[in-house]
């Protein structure tokens, strides 16, 4: 017998999509329906009623999966994320998988038990290749990460911009020698703000180096022994722009205890914008992120798609503003 899957691939629809017309909503264009009826009536495609009526008995429940909670960055995010549940009216199941596959299963498990009608998964919490085998199944959402190719709506910022803005003020500074601690190297975040890095380098005529860029774990140690690494290999550095509040305090720390080999007068631009940066001495310039809208409006995109109250169209990069805070450094 035929699957909603394979009725879906062979109408060249998604899965929501065929859902939609089995359950008659209006969202969907005439012609859509027409030719997803019509496949429906070629594979004699037959829906499991039981399944059905299992999911029918929402359990107004949605997940948010984090890759950890030492961050600020992800707490201010599940506090958004906790709100818009709350204001919608419904459950909401935050957890961290401090990179444990099996611990991210179980939150997989819980949509394919019902007992959570969606998901979101914040930043590198899940890979491509397993969001691939999910989206057509079930409602997911992506926050800060986004995946081309996966048909979900991801909510981030413009992190080209950011890279952009970041880089461009601390040339205007008079820096010119700018190196970017960066995050995960398979991170879209990063490889898009290396961009932005890349532009304003190219604006303002210095030449990209590549050996300047350098990813680095939200850890003092591995934040001195990246930095230290660039600067051994006999490289200049007068600005850094960090992936992170964290790892900019890091190289404060670091600057101030002579343990990393940089002088007390680089310019320094952070990103996220979390209090880490108004805590520190001195205070931290940093590109400040939306983080508690970040989480609302992504719990608020899952919740509308379950409802059905957004279409296929509003599925990809939802973009919200940030800024650049001009602090100490």
């Given amino acids: 017998m035929s699957s909603i899957k394979e009725v879906a691939k062979q109408a060249n629809v998604s899965v929501a999509t065929v859902s939609r017309v089995l359950n008659n909503d209006p969202v969907v264009k005439p012609a859509t329906k027409n030719k997803v009826l019509q496949v429906i009536k070629e594979m004699n495609y037959k829906p499991n009623l039981l399944a059905k009526n299992l999911r029918k008995q929402a359990s107004r429940t949605v997940v948010m999966v984090l890759p950890s909670m030492s961050n600020p960055y992800f707490s201010e995010i599940a506090r958004g994320a906790q709100a818009a549940a709350y204001d919608k009216g419904y459950n909401i199941i935050i957890g961290t998988i401090e990179s444990k596959r099996w611990i991210l299963d179980t939150y997989i498990n819980m949509l394919k038990t019902n007992l959570a009608e969606g998901i979101v998964f914040v930043s590198s ?5 397993l969001l691939e085998t999910l989206v057509d199944e079930y409602s997911v959402v992506l926050c800060t990460e986004y995946y081309p190719g996966i048909k979900a709506a991801c909510v981030a910022i413009d992190n080209k911009k950011a890279g952009y803005e970041a880089a461009r003020e601390l040339i205007r500074r008079g820096h010119t020698h700018i190196a970017y601690i960066a995050g995960n190297s398979a991170s879209s975040s990063v490889a898009a703000r290396i961009e932005g890095y890349k532009e304003a380098l190219n604006e303002a005529g210095i030449p990209f180096r590549p050996e300047l860029i350098a990813g680095a774990k939200n850890k003092f140690e591995h934040v001195k022994e990246i930095v230290n690494g660039i600067l051994g290999q006999g490289l200049q550095i007068d600005g850094i722009l960090t992936h992170s509040d964290l790892q ?4 404060l720390k670091g600057i101030k205890e ?6 007390a007068g680089v310019g320094l631009v952070s990103f996220d914008g979390t209090f880490v940066a108004e805590i520190t001495n001195p205070t931290l310039t940093s590109i400040v992120q939306p983080l508690y809208d970040l989480g609302y409006t992504s719990v608020c995109k899952l919740i509308e798609k379950l409802q059905g109250e957004s279409g296929d169209e509003e599925e990809g990069l939802i973009l919200l503003p940030h800024h650049l805070e001009v602090r100490e450094t």
């Fill in 125 to 129: 919490s899940v890979s491509k290749e």
């Fill in 248 to 251: 900019a305090s890091y190289l």
């Fill in 258 to 263: 002579k343990s990393i080999g940089l002088s």
